[in-house]
């Protein structure tokens, strides 16, 4: 387990993953995204095509890691988040998360901002791991609403 992270805190294990996605070119700490998102989790990125026609791409743990390494390994990406609104009923939880990306934390204006809904489930020792993730970025027609 990640030395001071406390996955009895869901708000911790949502910073873990923009943590973990966050940097400059080069590698990312994979083992973290192992500890925050469960074995059989999903992430799922979604848009639109140039003709405007929705689409999406479901990834596992290991997916996601193939698809996004040779990205994170070339560009400077930065996601910060810019509100969260977190809803819970016994061992589940949702987090609306609203983000702006960036080339570096200090860039005057975003590259793209979007909303995460991510999902999460609190095992019998307390600890909360995402189990599914789902997002989109603003465009034409779709913007961030506040939360």
Known sequence: MTAGLDRTDIGAVVDAMYAMISGPAGPRDWSLQREIFHPESRQIRTGVDVAGRPW?????????????????AANDFHEIETARRIDVLGNMAHVWSAYEARRHPDDAEPERRGVNSIQLYRDGEGRWSIVAMIWDNERPGVSVQPF
């Open 56 to 72: 999406l791409k479901i990834m596992g743990r290991e997916d996601y890691i193939a698809d996004t390494t040779p990205f994170f």
